[in-house]
């Protein structure tokens, strides 16, 4: 099913079929959090991931601490149907463990820190946690995790304390990976293109960055749209307000002001009407689309954060053990060059081939989970097709609202250009209920010449 949505929604992507046809993770949660999670196992896809956890993050209103003020926030989970109050420094434990525990998974950067915040900043980092927990939470792996489990349920105060004591001697996800032997196998099952899947990412990295970056100012504009219509209606109540002394000889003895103030009043109903709806084509411009749209790129930025990580570190470590090898064994070889006994360089060159051996054991630990992690972009790009159907269906909506209100405002335009008793002199017409065609608009001067 996966496959066929795909292929419907992006014939250009079944090229990258390998990555999405299974993703190899164990889908199973037991009652007990599994601390060390099965790395090779049943494939998921979008939808599944998205059905594993629900996460919101709300800001509690009163703001806590005697001096410095630090907020606190709401962390509700659907999956373990659990509430508790978190402080961002919590975050940060979880986030500073995970990437001990996992270092080459998917773990989402944090918004930033700030002392001053704003209640925009608020705002801003509250979705960002939110983000954050969820794909946490969603990850067919860490998910399954005890510190995950212990974040979303404990109730304890100090929570960040508590998960430092508790887990300050976690080991990473290499180490207690109880099936090793297996780890080759599956590399060379797999066809992994480190440096292929690093440009890739840079790609899709960078594309979905603008993709945001234009529905940003997507919705600054639909906010600043609403923000100008409610201007104009409110200059036009107050060009139609009552109490204004205008002498007769202006009028030409005619009512024709009263009634185009009348036609003001009804227009500014209807500028308001504007600015209200797209008010709130803000709101769903803004969580249909904006926020959907930075879910995927934190997914993209966490892969490229872990590439990054397992290139200066996995392969940091291997070059290093490397240049060590050959030091000792250039000593070795000068050592017998003298007719020195190097017994002793050569237990510590078994210790150091050793060393090489497990480095390149990890290091092949990192490619796969790497490759994994790239299957799980992979799944994630299906959330593009919600997006774009949320889009085009506000879009639609919206000029269907626009549509009723700017055939209301047809009528009054009409009713003001009939109060002045004559035609325009190139023969304009406005009938009563209906627009004039577009070659009978008036395109004359808007002042008279003194």
């Excluded at 940091?316 to 017994?343: C, P, V, W, Y």
């Excluded at 150091?352 to 972009?377: A, G, H, P, T, Y």
Aim: glycine share 4%; net charge neutral; hydrophobic share 35%.
């Amino acid at each position: 099913m996966f496959k066929l949505f795909i292929e419907k929604n992006w014939p250009d992507l079944t090229q990258y079929e390998h990555c999405f046809s299974s993703i190899f993770y164990d889908g199973r949660v037991s009652s007990m959090m599994n601390p060390c999670p099965t790395v090779f196992s049943e494939s998921f896809d979008y939808f599944q991931i998205m059905n594993f956890d629900d996460v919101t993050v709300d800001v509690i209103p009163e703001r806590k601490g005697m001096i410095m003020k630090h907020v606190e926030y709401m962390v509700k989970s659907k999956f373990h149907s659990t509430t508790v109050q978190r402080r961002y420094t919590d975050f940060e434990v979880l986030y500073d463990l995970l990437i001990s525990r996992y270092p080459y998974r998917l773990v989402p950067r944090l918004p930033p820190k700030k002392i001053g915040m704003t209640d925009h900043f608020i705002n801003t980092r509250r979705r960002a946690l939110s983000r954050f927990m969820n794909i946490v939470a969603r990850h067919p792996t860490i998910r399954k995790d005890d510190i995950v489990h212990f974040f979303l349920t404990s109730e304890s105060s100090e929570v960040h304390s508590r998960m430092k004591e508790r887990y300050k001697n976690v080991l990473d996800e290499f180490v207690t990976l109880p099936n090793k032997d297996e780890i080759e196998k599956q590399l060379n099952a797999m066809s992994c293109d480190v440096q292929g899947m690093k440009d890739e990412l840079s790609k899709m990295l960078k594309s979905v960055q603008v993709i945001r970056d234009l529905s940003e100012k997507l919705v600054s504009r639909t906010q600043k749209t609403a923000f100008d219509y409610q201007l104009f209606s409110n200059e036009l109540c107050v060009l139609a307000g009552e109490g204004q002394t205008v002498s007769a000889w202006s009028l030409h003895q005619g009512d024709s002001w009263s009634k185009i103030r009348e036609g003001m009043r009804s227009l500014s109903v209807q500028f308001s009407n504007l600015s209200e709806r797209f008010g709130r084509q803000k709101l769903q411009e803004d969580v249909a689309i904006l926020e959907n749209i930075s879910y995927i790129l934190d997914v993209l930025q966490g892969v490229k954060d872990l590439a990054d990580r397992r290139e200066k570190g996995v392969n940091k470590e291997h070059q290093a053990a490397f240049n060590r090898i050959q030091q000792l064994k250039k000593q070795k070889g000068s050592m017998t060059a003298r007719g020195q006994d190097g017994a002793s360089i050569s237990g510590r060159i078994e210790q150091q081939e050793s060393l090489i051996n497990n480095i390149q054991l990890r290091n092949n630990f990192s490619v796969l989970c790497l490759n994994l992690e790239m299957q799980l972009v992979y799944s994630y790009l299906a959330h593009f097709g919600v997006i774009w159907n949320s889009f085009a269906n506000t879009q639609l909506n919206l000029n269907q609202d626009l549509l009723e209100i700017w055939q209301k405002v047809i009528p009054t335009t009409a009713m003001m250009i009939n109060t002045q008793g004559s035609e325009p002199q190139n023969g304009a017409r406005a009938a009563q209920g209906s627009a004039p065609s577009a070659p009978d608009l008036y395109t004359g001067p808007m002042f008279y010449d003194m």
